[in-house]
């Protein structure tokens, strides 16, 4: 397994690709913006892709989401908690942000802990209310990698204050559910430099004493 990504959009949202290096079948987690480029670099790579994962449905996560599954014709998979905010312009802040409402349909709602088998991966999601109501972030186990979205990031938390949010809840999924994956996991975030769970449960502010 190998993981790579790209930063793209406005608030330069990391957009990762989780690839199967046997057999190249690659998960995509939340396609940001520029959808056509996106697939420009799967076709370059020869990356087979299998799905769509979204964190969560602020615009900056689904802008690119139509372009990719458009081109490619592969199932969209999110929390079922967050199917209101993705399909809800104001919920999503692309109303405020672009002036038109992005909306996403999931193909597939995950209930939290719920586990999908695929491109030879077994990825669970694991919920994570706060940033939004339904927002979540994914699991691979045997990689030790997880998909943070906007809940945790490198010495910081997501914010709470858009629409849905609660400061409240973000803390207790990070430090009831987060922090307690083993140290080693490494941690990408929706947002910014990579970190793990050691590092951030001994540095993080937001989690001090």
């Known amino acids: 397994m190998s993981i790579k990504s790209m930063v793209l959009g406005p608030v330069q949202t990391n957009v990762y690709f989780l690839i199967n290096d046997e057999t190249?079948?690659?998960?995509?987690?939340?396609?940001?913006?520029?959808?056509?480029?996106?697939?420009?670099?799967?076709?370059?790579?020869?990356?087979?892709?299998?799905?769509?994962?979204?964190?969560?449905?602020?615009?900056?996560?689904?802008?690119?989401?139509?372009?990719?599954?458009?081109?490619?014709?592969?199932?969209?998979?999110?929390?079922?908690?967050?199917?209101?905010?993705?399909?809800?312009?104001?919920?999503?802040?692309?109303?405020?942000?672009?002036?038109?409402?992005?909306?996403?349909?999931?193909?597939?709602?995950?209930d939290d802990g719920q586990e999908i088998e695929i491109a030879g991966m077994k990825i669970r999601m694991i919920e994570t209310p706060g940033h939004t109501e339904g927002s979540c972030c994914y699991y691979y186990e045997e990689g030790k990698v997880l998909i943070s979205g906007d809940t945790l990031f490198a010495g910081s938390v997501g914010r709470t204050d858009l629409p849905t949010g609660s400061m409240k809840q973000l803390l207790s999924s990070i430090e009831n559910k987060l922090l307690q994956l083993p140290d080693d996991v490494e941690v990408y975030p929706g947002h910014g430099e990579f970190t793990t769970i050691g590092y951030e449960r001994k540095w993080n502010p937001f989690f001090e004493g």
């Open 24 to 110: 190249k079948e690659t998960v995509l987690f939340d396609p940001a913006y520029a959808g056509e480029r996106i697939v420009h670099y799967l076709e370059g790579e020869k990356l087979i892709l299998k799905a769509v994962f979204l964190t969560h449905g602020h615009f900056d996560h689904i802008t690119g989401v139509s372009e990719v599954v458009a081109g490619l014709k592969v199932p969209v998979y999110a929390a079922r908690n967050e199917e209101r905010v993705l399909m809800d312009g104001e919920l999503n802040e692309s109303l405020d942000s672009y002036g038109r409402s992005i909306t996403v349909k999931p193909d597939v709602l995950l």
